[in-house]
């Protein structure tokens, strides 16, 4: 068993067990993930510190240039994302941010008091889109950020 598949079975034991046994916590899959990033985009929290503790980087991104953070903020796993907030560049930051739709103090400032603007969700979302397309991606991020301020406007 590999880290990726006790990952994806969210087994915490056979994770640590892999790791205590001197198992490279930073591999890349074949679509450019690590079990960080995996994990935080399953919402795995426990295996998320698991992996954090044994040497995990979040800060290597997949092939779409998003980090953990960013998967775990773009599928809403608040609690995941503020484990790896302060371990993120100020851009990942700004990003989670924008997609989780909260202000500057990422922990405690309510969504409704958030100084950001849609226009500036918009902007991120923009660039993001425009650099993953010049390296050779598609627009999911800027897809993503349209999603989530159209369901932002719902009642």
Same mark, same amino acid.
């Given at each position: ?16 067990? =892999? /790791? @205590?046994? !001197? #198992? +490279?916590?930073?591999?890349? *899959?074949?679509?450019?993930? $690590?079990? %960080?990033?995996?994990? &935080? ?9 698991? =992996? /954090? @503790?044994? !040497? #995990? +980087?979040?800060?290597?991104? *997949?092939?779409?240039?998003? $980090?953990? %953070?960013?998967?775990? &903020? ?9 484990? =790896? ?71």
């Amino acid at each position: 068993m590999s880290l990726f598949d006790a990952v994806k079975a969210g087994d915490l034991e056979r994770l640590e067990a =892999l /790791l @205590a046994g !001197g #198992a +490279d916590p930073n591999p890349f *899959d074949a679509e450019g993930r $690590t079990p %960080l990033v995996l994990a &935080a985009e399953q919402g795995e929290e426990a295996l998320v510190r698991g =992996l /954090l @503790a044994h !040497g #995990a +980087d979040p800060s290597l991104p *997949d092939r779409m240039g998003e $980090t953990a %953070l960013t998967k775990a &903020a773009a599928h809403g796993h608040g609690r995941i994302a503020s484990l =790896l907030y302060p371990l993120a560049s100020r851009d990942e930051q700004d990003m989670a941010r924008a997609l989780l739709q909260v202000g500057t103090d990422f922990f405690t400032q309510p969504r409704a008091q958030a100084p950001e603007s849609e226009g500036l969700r918009h902007k991120l979302a923009t660039a993001g889109a425009y650099v993953t397309g010049k390296i050779g991606g598609g627009t999911e991020r800027l897809e993503r950020m349209q999603r989530a301020e159209k369901n932002a406007k719902k009642p």
